[in-house]
């Protein structure tokens, strides 16, 4: 793609990537300057970055102190992320090697026990049992979800939908994770009042087959081999430089 020069100054020309980069740099608010106006205010403002450069030349600000000082302080801590990102990229994960590290760490790959739920909820313990009379005798539980349930779940028949261990406050978790699919239950009592509650469906925790996980293996494969080869590497360079930590 051809890096179009959008202005000229002082000799320095100020180019389509200039203006790529500018945009990247501004994130978020991006999206004002997309149009004409947008970019012919990015032009100008770029415009007057080259102006004040040129300006500093001339002045001679870049031989001040503070000039120098905050430009080897750049300069350093570039160094330092160019060398860290330099080592951390040279790291690489064959997948043998993200093999074994599932094999070893299977627990981290384990599909967690997932339950689907729909309850009703009122105030008092009286009323649920009456509404869990209704249900036995024939009514339908999402129907009566809609017309009891004081959850905003009520508009979806009393759907919760898709949860695992520990989302739930306890006493309702408790009752769910012990239920069978279809099985209704309750009046169960949390603190947001009493619970009927029907068992949609239930999924337990499963150890998926490697070939699913691949690419997660080797990304968590890849970040401990990384944080293995930092501490490798701090404990070579201590060994080669002074450190006294005050």
């Given at each position: ?150 959850c905003p779940s009520k508009n979806a028949g009393g759907d919760l939908g ?85």
């Amino acid at each position: 793609m051809e890096n179009k020069v959008l202005a000229v100054v002082d000799g320095r020309e100020v180019t389509q990537s200039d203006l790529y980069e500018l945009l990247q740099s501004i994130g978020q608010n991006a999206n004002q300057f997309q149009d004409a106006e947008g970019q012919k205010q990015l032009v100008n403002e770029l415009v007057m970055q080259e102006l004040l450069y040129s300006e500093a030349l001339a002045k001679g600000l870049d031989q001040d102190a503070e000039y120098k000082n905050a430009l080897m302080h750049m300069q350093k801590t570039l160094l330092k992320q160019y060398a860290l990102n330099k080592l951390l990229t040279s790291v690489t994960v064959t997948d043998e090697e993200a093999r074994a590290y599932f094999d070893a760490h299977s627990a981290l790959f384990k599909k967690p026990e997932t339950a689907r739920a729909s309850h009703i909820l009122v105030s008092s313990k009286e009323e649920a049992e009456k509404i869990l009379g209704e249900i036995k005798a024939g009514a339908d539980f999402k129907e009566a979800a809609a017309k009891y349930s004081s959850c905003p779940s009520k508009n979806a028949g009393g759907d919760l939908g898709e949860f695992t261990r520990g989302r739930m406050v306890p006493e309702f978790d408790a009752a769910v994770f012990n239920m069978a699919p279809g099985e209704i239950t309750g009046p169960v009592q949390t603190q947001f009042g009493y619970h009927l509650i029907q068992l949609d469906s239930l999924t337990k925790d499963d150890a998926p087959d490697f070939s699913e996980v691949l690419g997660k293996a080797k990304e968590q494969c890849l970040l401990a081999k990384r944080q293995d080869t930092y501490l490798a590497k701090q404990e070579e360079l201590k060994n080669v430089y002074s450190v006294e930590v005050k």
